[in-house]
Nanobody
Framework: QVQLVESGGGLAQPGGSLRLSCAASGTFAMINNMAWYRQASGKERELVAGIGSGGRTNYADSVKGRFTISMDNAKNTVDLQMNSLKPEDTAVYYC??????????????WGQGTQVTVSS
């Protein structure tokens, strides 16, 4: 069983910053990729940023230049540094991991979600 535990959400003012962290624990061979998704009220879940074990990153256009994703392969953690926050960044943010349970078995896992609210 693999668990993803998120932390770091909360309330920020427009223009402010928050940092989200996600730690994977359990029994598995390795993690291929990790990512952050978000789901605003009444909207579909969307990819915010992703990172591969080799360090390649991708970002949604709406967060490019403001958000930075980073991954620690040794600790199986992924962080999302969010700067210049806007009210439209308000959403529940979910950590996602593409996990190799064994080298022949691959499965996605999700965290429980953490609320980010940007408001003055």
């Amino acid at each position: 069983q693999v668990q993803l535990v998120e932390s770091g959400g909360g309330l920020a003012q427009p223009g402010g910053s928050l940092r989200l962290s996600c730690a994977a624990s359990g029994t598995f061979a390795m993690i291929n990729n990790m990512a952050w998704y978000r789901q605003a009220s009444g909207k579909e879940r969307e990819l915010v940023a992703g990172i591969g074990s080799g360090g390649r990153t991708n970002y949604a256009d709406s967060v490019k230049g403001r958000f930075t994703i980073s991954m620690d392969n040794a600790k199986n953690t992924v962080d999302l540094q969010m700067n210049s926050l806007k009210p439209e960044d308000t959403a529940v943010y979910y950590c996602n991991a593409d996990v190799l349970i064994t080298y022949y078995s691959r499965q996605p896992y999700w965290g429980q979600g953490t609320q980010v609210t940007v408001s003055s």
